[in-house]
């Protein structure tokens, strides 16, 4: 590495000491790790993280070296150095030497010609091999493998492994490539004596120890070569120059897998020991490294590969060509880290502590950093949750859904209890857990109640809103009567009320009715739930003053039987009441408070009432602001308050609307509107379900709803449901007399492929004294195909052939599938032309092809695991057991 001053700089951790790295350029410093709580007073240490400092433990002049590397040797006490030098000798070192068991400290390693010394690389697999990369002489080899216990010639010349004498010149065990030029060297994973090495400025090249022929196993030709490291536990090498990095597949050396362009040139590049396809570089004058998280590399069928006796001939390795190739999607995702705010000058990865690195900045200063894992995270057909990180494959607990009120895991707990499906609709309200939805039901089976007892007359809803009840005047609609009616607890204040018989239905949605009479009930009803000022509100509007008075003097609030002094009615000063009440209305903190005061200011206020201020206070629930307007608006305003509030309730998706537009084309887009904002598909598909009438099933926006459903319980598994469902859409699309296209599933003949369901009326005409046999429908047992007349199968319990006209049905597998699991729909004759009950439905098992009656096969298992067939030994009851089994 080489920083803006042109020395080398480079942070090297020791491979076994994991406590210790050294930092070289114009010095060799060896630093020892430790926890900075751990570290004795008055000693002198370079903070590097939050936690740790380094001591300096040794240091010496690394004048004339020009690379370095630290052996793998487990026996060393402190990190044994190879120092490659100018002049192209290597010599081993030991910055703090205390102990020397094997002798290794001080040898040198020379060559015949002088000449400077490019790389040298401890080889972790055989820790005595060195491998040294040296510049180019014409009569010497540039690359040089020493073992470092002998130091001499080759073992194999001597016999019996016996070593050479030591006055015999010591001399490596391999010399490869003569009159080139080796710029970096690696040992990599395809052998423990297999090396890589980037040549000449052109090559990459990979050599094989094992063979005596010193050629080259593998030639690629590329101008990133300036560089090259190994993948420690792969197949891929890296290779980096002016133009960025290459990625290579050691194995066939014929192309790049990947070209990775970097805006300027890379200094140093290394492969994440801890995690594969981890590849970090710098590049120079950056503050921040480059991390290229390969995900699939391109693949290439080599017609050479690494093994083959030949050599490779050079191919394609410029990176612009590179990026001509047609992209195969994302192959490798990239983004920076940042250790430091400063330009950096190097960086190591620990070899052990996963994703953890040392980082050196230009300035001399050493950072710490641990790089963020890239989490994948994976949904489960069923809602779970699944990532990987750390090494470990985890799944999120089932209380977070909980806490987490994630909407998914909301339909599934809600879709095992039977929600939407239970008979009554406000039945499914307590089961919804939630506010809105609860309302929404218990609005819908009123609704519901209401047509049923006959209070909406010639009415083409099921479930009427208040907009479909009341038609604008311009729309042939009706005319409100407006009446003065006195206020029973203030003489002489009169108020104007208007009554029409669309204005009754549309009370009777809203839950109010006409009259004190039901509104009495009402107040009981609310003041029973906990909500005091919605009773005394409701009672105010009903021009009851005195008995909104005694709920709030009931109120277990001190706050509210104060603000009961308001409703005593004005006193000597009426004007001064009205201002006083008009004042600490906006001051109350409930909604229905403030209404109260508002309406009694505004009925106390001649000639004209302003009632805004009530139906201003949104707080309120819908359905008493719409009932206070059908009570006291004109016509006129009546409409416009109704349409503009429906517009604002569409656009924010709020269930509350569904007062208002019913179940029609607007409750529709509502309910959409309200399926984009929350997700939640299953209520709208079973609100459409139960309450949505023919014309609305066949909407896009509904047939999306029950899809969407449908598919989310098939991946829960949810058949029950599933079929409730379906038989609910089916009962709701035959509701308005035309025969619903459902999908059938039928029971076909094996010889001619038709099905063997007895057809309710015969398909073609026939000559009146043609002699027939009696029709399906009378048989009471049908043995053959009603159209080839083959044989049916029979029952494997009472050996009868299967099939009547009138117990015809879909027939359900009662075993799995060869491989286990699932239920299978097995065939029949739709849904039985006679109404049959389950007993003499087809049913077989998926497995072994074996079936008969389903009565039968149900008492056979109750006693049975076996199939009845004698010579058939398939479980078919364990495969897949009925519930009731």
């Given amino acids: 590495m080489e920083n803006m001053s042109g020395a080398k700089v480079d942070v090297i951790w020791s491979p076994v000491h994991h406590d210790k790295f050294i930092i070289w350029g114009p010095d060799i410093t060896l630093y020892e790790v430790a926890r900075l709580k751990e570290i004795e007073k008055k000693t002198s240490f370079t903070q590097i993280s939050s936690t740790r400092g380094a001591i300096v433990v040794a240091s010496q002049s690394a004048s004339g070296v020009c690379c370095v590397d630290i052996s793998a040797i487990v026996d060393q006490p402190d990190p044994l150095l190879a120092l490659g030098h100018a002049t192209g000798k290597v010599t081993l070192t030991s910055l703090k030497q205390t102990y020397d068991p094997l002798g290794l400290v001080g040898r040198e390693f020379g060559v015949k010609y002088a000449r400077p010394c490019n790389g040298v690389a401890w080889n972790h697999n055989e820790n005595n091999l060195l491998a040294v990369a040296l510049d180019k002489h014409r009569s010497d080899n540039c690359i040089q493998v020493w073992d470092v216990h002998h130091s001499s010639l080759s073992t194999e010349d001597y016999p019996d492994n016996a070593s ?138 080599a017609t050479q590969s690494f093994d083959s006796s030949m050599s490779a001939t050079p191919a394609l390795e410029e990176l612009d060509e590179l990026e001509e190739q047609p992209a195969r999607g994302p192959s490798v995702l990239e983004r920076d880290v940042c250790p430091a705010a400063q330009p950096l000058a190097s960086f190591s990865w620990h070899p052990a ?182 009773a005394a509100a409701i009672a105010a509007f009903h021009l009851r003053a005195r008995a909104a008075l005694d709920v709030l003097a009931r109120a277990r609030e001190p706050r509210l039987r104060v ?53 201003n206070e949104t707080e309120m629930r819908l359905e008493d602001r719409v009932a206070f307007a059908c009570i006291y608006l004109s016509d006129t305003k009546l409409h416009e308050y109704v349409k503009q509030t429906c517009d604002t309730l569409m656009e924010q998706g709020d269930l509350s609307g569904m007062l208002l537009t019913g179940v029609s084309a607007e ?40 899809e969407s459903y449908r598919t989310l319980l098939d991946s829960w598994r949810l058949w029950w449901a599933r079929c409730a469902l379906d038989t609910c859409v089916w009962a709701g699309a035959g509701a308005g007399g035309e025969e619903p296209a459902a999908r059938r599933v039928g029971v076909a003949c094996s010889y001619c492929g038709k099905s063997v369901a007895a057809p309710a009326a015969s398909a073609r005409a026939r000559p009146a004294l043609a002699r027939l046999p009696p029709p399906a429908a009378k048989m009471k047992q049908i043995s053959s195909c009603p159209n080839c007349r083959k044989p049916l199968p029979r029952c494997g319990v009472c050996l009868l052939h299967l099939g009547t006209g009138a117990t015809g049905g879909v027939g359900v597998g009662v075993g799995g599938l060869s491989s286990g699991g699932s239920v299978g729909v097995a065939g029949g004759a739709g849904v039985g032309a006679g109404g049959a009950h389950f007993g003499g439905w087809f049913s077989w098992c998926v497995a072994c092809r074996h079936g008969g009656h389903a009565a039968h096969l149900l008492q056979w298992f109750s006693e049975h695991s076996e199939c009845p067939v004698s010579s058939c030994s398939c479980r078919c009851s364990s495969l897949d057991p009925p519930d009731h089994l």
């Fill in 667 to 706: 409750g529709v887009a509502l309910l959409q509107r309200w399926v984009e904002c929350g997700g939640d598909v299953q209520s709208a598909a079973l609100l459409a379900a139960r309450c949505a009438p023919p014309d609305l099933l066949r909407d896009p926006r509904v047939l999306n709803w029950l």
């Fill in 164 to 301: 050479p004498p030591p006055s015999e010149p010591g001399r490596p065990i391999a010399e490869l490539a003569i009159s080139e030029t080796a710029h970096s060297i690696a040992w990599t994973n395809l052998g423990s004596r297999v090396l890589a090495a980037s040549m000449n400025l052109k090559n990459i090249k990979i050599f094989d120890l094992r063979e005596h022929t010193g050629k080259a196993m593998g030639v690629a030709t590329s101008r990133q070569c300036l560089g090259v490291c190994a993948e420690p536990s792969g197949w891929q090498l890296a290779s980096r120059g002016d133009g960025g990095v290459c990625v290579w597949d050691a194995r066939a050396l014929a192309r790049p897998l990947l070209g990775l362009p970097a805006a300027r040139p890379p200094r140093k590049i290394q492969w994440c020991p801890t995690r594969r396809n981890l590849l970090l570089s710098l590049q120079r004058d950056s503050s921040t490294l480059r991390l290229h998280d390969i995900q699939q590399a391109q693949e290439y069928k």
């Fill in 563 to 615: 603000a009961a002094l308001a409703l005593a009615g004005p006193g000597a000063d009426e004007r001064l009441w009205h201002e006083a009440i008009s004042a600490a209305a906006p001051a109350l903190p409930d909604a229905y408070l403030r209404a109260t005061l508002h309406f009694l200011a505004a009925v106390a206020a001649p000639p004209h009432a302003d009632l805004a201020a009530v139906l």
């Fill in 353 to 534: 502590h996963e994703a953890r690195l040392l980082a050196v900045c230009l300035t001399g200063g050493v950072v710490e950093y641990t790089v963020c894992e890239r989490v994948t995270v994976g949904w489960g057909a069923r809602g779970g949750l699944v990532w990987a990180g750390g090494g470990a494959l985890r799944l999120m607990r089932d209380d977070f859904y909980s806490t987490l009120r994630d909407i998914s895991h909301i339909m599934q707990q809600r879709a095992s209890t039977d929600y939407g499906l239970k008979p009554d609709l406000w039945q499914n309200a307590d089961l919804a857990e939630d506010e809105a939805l609860s309302g929404l039901w218990h609005f819908l089976a009123l609704s519901k109640s209401l047509v049923e007892d006959g209070c909406f007359r010639n009415s083409p809803w099921k479930h009427p809103g208040v907009r479909t009840v009341l038609r604008s005047p311009g729309e042939g609609g009706y005319r409100s009567e407006a009446v003065p009616l006195l206020l029973p607890d203030m003489p002489n204040r009169k108020v104007t009320v208007y009554r029409s018989a669309e204005r009754q239905c549309a009370l009777q949605l809203c839950g109010w009715g006409w009259g004190w009479e039901n509104a009495g009930v009402g107040v009981e009803r609310a003041e029973a739930e906990g909500t005091p000022c919605r």
